[in-house]
């Protein structure tokens, strides 16, 4: 989810996704800042800043276990009007 664009993605779509995203948003040095993580069901969450040199972001990450390895099941980027 990039700005409320909702997309569901293969993992090769999404690899190729992401790299376009962080290819045009490079980080600030020291450009993550973690606000909250959290831990429900077998399914953790976390919440950070992530300011690129286009702007910052907040970014929502959602992880689950399936078969012993940590799988992405979803990761929402919000541009932080500043």
Do not use: C, W
Not at 3 to 26: C, H, I, L, T, W
Not at 43 to 62: E, H, L, P, T
């Amino acid at each position: 989810n990039f700005d409320g664009k909702k997309q569901n993605y293969s993992r090769n779509q999404a690899e190729f996704v992401m790299k376009d995203f962080f290819g045009k948003n490079p980080p600030k040095p020291d450009g993550f800042e973690n606000y909250h993580r959290g831990n429900n069901s077998g399914v953790s969450y976390s919440i950070v800043k992530y300011a690129s040199q286009n702007g910052a972001y907040r970014v929502f990450m959602k992880v689950k276990i399936h078969q012993g390895k940590h799988l992405i099941d979803a990761i929402d980027f919000t541009l932080i009007k500043e």
